[in-house]
Every structure is written in structure tokens, then in C-alpha cells.
């Protein structure tokens, strides 16, 4: 099985910091990562799909970038909307990284 | 517009079989590509993968719970069942259902979740 590595489990930024996330495959993934956004009490929703695609209505300060082994999330400008937790998936077995939670600082 | 709702019972006891329905409108389980899948969350905890259902009837299931999972649809009633046998307290979790467009190849699916369910809390506990 491809093990998935997301970091940092946590991370406090201020609004208009550009913040990043990252997460690292175990064996090559080509570009076969997405990006969720989860809000407290929400479903997840999906922002970038196939590591750097932008999900329709999702606003360009989100982006995503990588493949092989190391993929990339970035907000280039934080809101404070933002605040949430932030996973990544793969496809093989469709296992989620283990959660980013964003917090303001 | 799509959109998903997932129901069943809030508590199950332990050793007892879960049955979730997820009933969806804004798309055809008959169209091709088209896919619903589950995932769930322990309070506090990530996401983990459990199920999915493409449109030709390929089931996919989570390598881990594999023995204790069942998938199916009802294409007429826009339903998908999942069903988990001999549920246990550490089951305790928001179940969630979701559509997808994608296929399976191997051990991989190409499946990005778009959209989602509000989820169902289910407490295991005697």
C-alpha cells in the first residue's frame, strides 16, 4: 500500500500569509493527488483535483502543484474563511493524508 | 444541481450490522463514469475511505474493512446502500457519501469526490 505523509499536522498564519502544506507518497503517484478543505461541522470539499487543477468556483488564491512523490497546497494570500482543515488523497486505496488544521494567528 | 443525503440509524450496538443509505438527486448512477462512494470520520480524527460504486457496478472497497463491507445500488430509487457488519465502538464516526466521476484500474480509482453529503453521526455502544 502507498502511505501518504501530510505536514505540519498544524499551523497558525496570519491573514495575508502565503501558507503551504505538503504531502509526500510513499511510491510514485504521477499527479494523482486531490485536495479537501473541511470547516468544523462540514463536509469536506474538494479544491484541487489531480494535483494542480482547480476545482470550478474555487478561488485562484488556492493551488496545488507536484507529482511523482511530493505535491504541494498554497494559499497565496490567507482569509480568514480559510480557517479549516486541509487533507489530501490519493488514489490508490483513495487514502486521505492526515489532516493540516489551519488556525489564525 | 447535485446534491446527497445520507440516512440510517444514529446507534448501533455493538456486534450489530450498520445499514446507510445515501439518496441522491442531480445525477444518474446509470451514466457512465458516474460513481458514489463512503467515507467516514471519527470525532476528531481524519478521513478514511470505505466504499465505492461505479455506475457498470464496479465495487471497490477499503483493503482494512473489506470482510465487513457491502456496496449496492438501486439505480430506479437513486440509492446506494453500504452495509458493515459486526460494528464496534471504535466504528463510532460521521459516515459521509459522496459522487464522483472517474474509473478504477487495478488497485487504483481515480475518483476526486466533488460532491458531498452532510454526513450522518453513527455512535456504536451497548
Known amino acids: 500500500d502507498i502511505q501518504m505523509t501530510q505536514s505540519p499536522s498544524s499551523l497558525s498564519a496570519s491573514v495575508g500569509d502565503r501558507v503551504t502544506i505538503t504531502c509526500q507518497a510513499s511510491q510514485d503517484i504521477s499527479n494523482y493527488l486531490n485536495w479537501y478543505q473541511q470547516k468544523p461541522g462540514k463536509a469536506p470539499k474538494l479544491l484541487i483535483y489531480d494535483a494542480s487543477n482547480l476545482e470550478t468556483g474555487v478561488p485562484s488564491r488556492f493551488s496545488g502543484s507536484g507529482s511523482g512523490t511530493d505535491f504541494t497546497f498554497t494559499i497565496s494570500s490567507l482569509q480568514p474563511e480559510d480557517i479549516a482543515t486541509y487533507y489530501c488523497?490519493?488514489?490508490?486505496?483513495?487514502?486521505f493524508g492526515q489532516g493540516t488544521k489551519l488556525e489564525i494567528k | 444541481q447535485i446534491t446527497l443525503k445520507e440516512s440510517g440509524p444514529t446507534l448501533v450496538k455493538p456486534t450489530q450490522t450498520l445499514t446507510l443509505t445515501c439518496t441522491f438527486s442531480g445525477f444518474s448512477l446509470s451514466t457512465s463514469g458516474v460513481g458514489v462512494g463512503w467515507i467516514r470520520q471519527p470525532p476528531g480524527k481524519a478521513l478514511e475511505w470505505l466504499a465505492l460504486?461505479?455506475?457498470?457496478?464496479?465495487?471497490r472497497y477499503s483493503p482494512s474493512l473489506k470482510s465487513r463491507l457491502t456496496i449496492t445500488k438501486d439505480t430506479s430509487k437513486n440509492q446506494v446502500v453500504l452495509t458493515m457488519t459486526n460494528m464496534d465502538p471504535v466504528d463510532t464516526a460521521t459516515y459521509y457519501c459522496?459522487?464522483?466521476?472517474?474509473?478504477?484500474?487495478?488497485?487504483?480509482?481515480?475518483?476526486?469526490?466533488?460532491?458531498w453529503g452532510q454526513g450522518t453521526l453513527v455512535t456504536v455502544s451497548s
Open positions: 459522496a459522487h464522483t466521476i472517474g474509473y478504477c484500474s487495478g488497485g487504483s480509482c481515480y475518483a476526486p469526490f466533488d460532491y
Open positions: 460504486i461505479y455506475w457498470d457496478d464496479d465495487k
Open positions: 488523497q490519493q488514489y490508490d486505496n483513495l487514502t
